[in-house]
Antibody, heavy 120, light 111 residues
Framework: EVQLVESGGGLVQPGGSLRLSCAAS????????MSWVRQAPGKGLEWMAN????????HYVASVRGRFTISRDNGKNSLYLQMNSLRADDTAVYYC?????????????WGHGTLVTVSS | QSVLTQPPSVSAAAGQKVTISCSGS????????VSWYQHLPGTGPKLLIY???KRPSGIPERFSGSKSGTSATLGITGLQTGDEAEYYC????????????FGGGTKLAVL
């Protein structure tokens, strides 16, 4: 059974940093692009970043480029999101999501999310 | 404001049919496959439709998808109270701002 379990969320002050983790199981992790998607309170889903299976290609939404870094450790079946220079509008539930066997399929499995609150 | 445009809400009676539209442009829907997601509070979204009109295993035939030009549509027949959720369309985008884009979401109410 495919499982994605996020952790690392919490309360952080503006300008601070946080590292989110996503533990993957039930599938061959290296074979899939992975992504982070967030949902701010009362808002819709927003794609943040993705990373190729071997980690050799990464892309970001413009609003987090230069502040967030997506990475993965295929030996540990884990996905990460390092978030720096956090702002109040980064407050959201952050989801780890797996792209399907073909990336065109979109996201076929999602975690339950971890809440990040940026506030003083 | 989302790159893909969806109606904020739709409603229909139990047992009836509803459609949810998703409008984009040539940089996204017009040249890429569309997927649809169901999102219930407190859970991760669930893939309902991929590659415009394909259903993952376990998704009932009541859910269908279509695409024409720069727009896509999700259809749900035989509405059930359990279908009350937020629904999102999504696709790849070739603009410089974002690889992947979602619609703003549509809240479905089953009367």
């Amino acid at each position: 059974e495919v499982q994605l379990v996020e952790s690392g969320g919490g309360l952080v002050q503006p300008g601070g940093s946080l590292r989110l983790s996503c533990a993957a199981s039930g599938f061959t992790f290296v074979n899939h692009w992975m992504s982070w998607v967030r949902q701010a309170p009362g808002k819709g889903l927003e794609w943040m970043a993705n990373i190729r299976g071997d980690g050799g290609e990464r892309h970001y939404v413009a609003s987090v480029r230069g502040r967030f870094t997506i990475s993965r450790d295929n030996g540990k079946n884990s996905l990460y999101l390092q978030m720096n220079s956090l702002r109040a509008d980064d407050t959201a539930v952050y989801y780890c999501a797996r792209y399907g066997a073909m990336a065109t399929m979109g996201f076929d499995f999602w975690g339950h999310g971890t809440l990040v609150t940026v506030s003083s | 404001q989302s790159v893909l445009t969806q109606p904020p809400s739709v409603s229909a009676a139990a047992g009836q049919k509803v459609t949810i539209s998703c409008s984009g442009s040539s940089s996204n829907i017009g040249n890429n496959y569309v997927s649809w997601y169901q999102h219930l509070p407190g859970t991760g979204p669930k893939l309902l439709i991929y590659d415009n009109n394909k259903r993952p295993s376990g998704i009932p035939e009541r859910f269908s998808g279509s695409k024409s030009g720069t727009s896509a549509t999700l259809g749900i027949t035989g509405l059930q109270t359990g279908d009350e959720a937020e629904y999102y369309c999504g696709t790849w985008d070739s603009s410089r701002n974002s690889d992947w884009v979602f619609g703003g979401g549509t809240k479905l109410a089953v009367l």
